[in-house]
């Protein structure tokens, strides 16, 4: 893939760094569109960047097709308000939502197998009532019958999982995991939040978390991830205490490696990828890499 000189600096400088970087027009992109790696967006609404930013990935239809099912998997784990930051921001789903079906999508639908009692998660995150105002349909998964067992054949310590029958069933899955802090994991970004898609969370605890993490990553890649870094919980995630807690980073990172989106969240947080222990043991797997600097990135500014 042919890179650009300007684009050649990794996310760990200007943007992940929080310093300068380049602001690419609008028509600097003319004729460029499928070539990056990565997006990285800064700077706007949580669906205006969204906007810029599939448009600059090729837009939806190049994940989309007329007719599909498609599933998109926020997190949804807590009974918090948006401005905890403990679960994707709604905007962001809804507009994600809104963008698969001028795709042509069949139907979209939206889950995840909560932590807190989940009608009060889906409510009070105000993801459900954005996705069904955007048209989407909600799902429930808190219940064992909608789990598949499923082989994860490159698993180490993670051999088998019990899947939702949407990620089995769909043509299209799209992970929108929030950046967090994490107690047990350090960070939750994009592989972290697979958990949401199985029923047996408490294995994963019991036997190496992040061996757990990196195992269940080989199992299927999303076909897009959407890593929402609006608003940030720095310190008591996954759950979280208060808005105090919270910084406003208005960002996003777009793309289809989890490690390299992982590896590019990591360094936003203000942490150094190595020390969250299964990033390192999924690019060991072959999921993805952690090298920024052999990406073709496009960093904007909205």
């Known amino acids: 893939m ?22 690419n027009p609008y028509n600097s992109f003319a004729g460029n569109q499928n070539n990056y790696d990565m997006i990285a967006i800064r700077g706007g609404s949580a669906s205006s960047m969204f906007d810029r930013a599939i448009e600059e990935y090729g837009g939806m239809k190049r994940f989309v097709s007329k007719g599909q099912t498609v599933v998109v998997k926020p997190n949804i784990g807590w009974d918090a308000n ?29 889950f995840d197998h909560t932590c807190n009692e989940w009608t009060k998660c889906y409510q009070n995150s105000q993801i459900e009532g954005a996705v069904k105002k955007a048209g989407g349909k909600m799902v429930m998964g808190n219940s064992k019958k909608y789990y598949h067992d499923v082989n994860i054949p490159d698993g180490k310590k993670l051999t088998s999982a019990q899947v939702h029958e949407l990620i089995l069933e769909s043509d299209v899955f799209i992970n929108v995991p929030v950046l967090k802090n994490h107690g047990g994991a350090n960070m939750t970004v994009s592989m ?46 996954p759950r979280g205490v208060s808005v105090d807690d919270v910084v406003t980073m208005k960002a996003q990172l777009v793309g289809t490696d989890m490690v390299a989106l992982d590896t590019a969240a990591i360094k936003l947080f203000g942490r150094e990828p190595g020390n969250v222990k299964y990033v390192g043991l999924a690019e060991a797997a072959g999921v993805g890499s952690t090298n920024l600097e052999a990406l073709n990135i496009a960093r904007i500014k909205v």
């Not at 600096?9 to 970087?21: K, N």
């Not at 948006?82 to 939206?110: F, M, S, W």
């Not at 992040?210 to 959407?226: E, G, K, M, V, Y």
């Open 2 to 23: 042919k890179r650009r000189d300007f684009l050649k600096r990794g996310l760990s400088v200007g943007f992940i760094a929080g310093t300068t970087f380049t602001i």
């Open 82 to 110: 948006p401005e905890r930051a403990a679960n994707t921001n709604p905007e962001l789903v809804a507009r994600i939502v809104k963008h698969c079906q001028a795709a042509g999508a069949k139907d979209v639908y939206v």
């Open 192 to 237: 972290k939040n697979l958990m949401g898609i199985v029923w047996d969370r408490g294995y994963w605890h019991r036997n190496d978390l992040h061996q757990c993490i990196a195992d269940f990553s080989t199992w299927r890649n999303p076909d897009l991830t959407i890593i929402d870094a609006y608003r940030v919980m720095k310190r008591n995630g």
